[in-house]
């Protein structure tokens, strides 16, 4: 009896010691979460001396390798009254940048079937038709085609002394600037001649979107673009100092820009200047558009290749993005804002966003955007093997 109990007990202990073992191998192969960020001071000193160098309160930075966010950091002030530290989650306007995100949701259509890049605007035969407006369209109206709106080809929608369109009667709705614009804007050139960077053209790209889809602009960068993408931050900016979302950052203009960072119309602004996002957010949407594989895009390859064509008179300026040998990039500036982003051939992006902003209608403005185009290029080409092989997304 003694030797059976023996036996039995020996087995128990056995089958203890072997089901320990096997849990032991399970839990040492449990997925282990990712390592944490390390900060790296080849890139902090650089965005530090920037924004020390120009005066910007804050900043914040996200860049990503081969399609995983592998840095994100915020440096200095959200709001300097407040003493509120930049977060990498801190919403910021990105202004121009917006025009990225209408020409990509352009291109979606283009990719539904729902229209083409060739497409007439205006006219009877039109996209918008004779919507907008009293006096009858010109020639050169009836001749604007939607590849026009996005390459800047149009040839104008100017006022008195050439000045774009967008900044004036700021009191007015967005649909009745639109019938004031067509009937007292111009189009010096006739379209697809030469290159001239107006705003206008993307307010009236939204309008495309809109009477295509049958949705509001900010519904459609929701449903098809922000919402798909988890850019949970992202949203259209809203007017004055009372618009401000509760996460988004103060503005600081400088020169003859400060005091005007909350008195304009950026509800108007909504296709050309309107997105507010941040750092982060602005590198999913980056990743989504950068042709490279590492992560699904939102443009299927052929109509990725129209999205990045330029045209005939700016080789350079393709549908909303900006193209130069391996690069591809965009820029936005407001009062108080500046921001950018860029990705490169090597599988490297960037998306870098301030929350102040030096002097645009000044000569020296050059020195400012030319320092930060540098430091976007050298936060993609160089120290390239300093981010550690994490994902943050």
């Known amino acids: 009896m003694k030797n059976t109990f023996l036996k039995v007990y020996r087995f128990a202990i056995l089958s203890l010691l072997v089901l320990h073992g096997a849990c032991s191998k399970d839990s040492d192969s449990t997925p282990q979460p990712p390592a944490q960020q390390e900060d790296i001071t080849a890139i902090d000193s650089q965005i530090e001396s920037f924004i020390s160098q120009y005066n910007i309160p804050g900043a914040s930075l996200a860049i990503s390798k081969n399609g995983k966010l592998v840095y994100q950091k915020a440096y200095g002030v959200a709001d300097e009254a407040q003493g509120k530290a930049m977060e990498t989650k801190t919403q910021m306007r990105v202004a121009s940048i917006s025009k990225t995100f209408t020409g990509v949701a352009v291109m979606m259509l283009v990719q539904d079937g729902k229209i083409s890049l060739d497409d007439k605007v205006f006219g009877q035969d039109g996209i918008l038709g004779t919507d907008y407006g009293s006096k009858p369209y010109s020639n050169r109206v009836q001749q604007v085609t939607v590849k026009n709106l996005l390459q800047m080809t149009t040839g104008g929608w100017v006022v008195a002394g050439n000045r774009d369109a967008i900044d004036y009667e700021q009191q007015r709705t967005n649909a009745g600037f639109f019938d004031w614009m067509m009937d007292n804007a111009t189009l010096n050139f006739d379209p697809g001649t030469q290159y001239w ?166 000569s020296n403005y050059t020195a400012f955007a030319n320092a930060h185009d540098a430091l976007m290029v050298n936060l993609i080409t160089k120290n390239t093997e300093v981010y550690q092989d994490i994902d943050q997304f």
């Open 197 to 362: 960077y107006i705003n206008t053209n993307y307010f009236v790209a939204a309008r495309v979107i809109e009477k295509v889809s049958g949705k509001s602009y900010a519904q459609f960068i929701k449903e098809r673009i922000s919402d798909p993408l988890e850019m949970n931050s992202t949203v259209l900016g809203k007017n004055g100092v009372q618009g401000r979302h509760p996460n988004e950052a103060i503005y600081y203009g400088q020169g003859g820009l400060k005091g005007f960072e909350y008195t304009f119309n950026l509800e108007r602004r909504d296709g050309d200047g309107g997105i507010v996002t941040s750092a982060p957010d602005l590198l999913r949407f980056v990743a989504a558009i950068d042709g490279n594989p590492s992560r699904p895009d939102l443009l299927q390859p052929a109509f990725y290749t129209q999205f990045i064509q330029g045209s005939s008179a700016n080789a350079n300026f393709a549908n909303g993005i900006a193209v130069s040998n391996q690069f591809k990039y965009f820029y936005g500036a407001l009062p108080g804002t500046r921001s950018g982003y860029m990705f490169h051939s090597n599988g490297i992006a960037v998306a870098l966003i301030f929350n102040g902003n030096a002097d645009y209608t000044q």
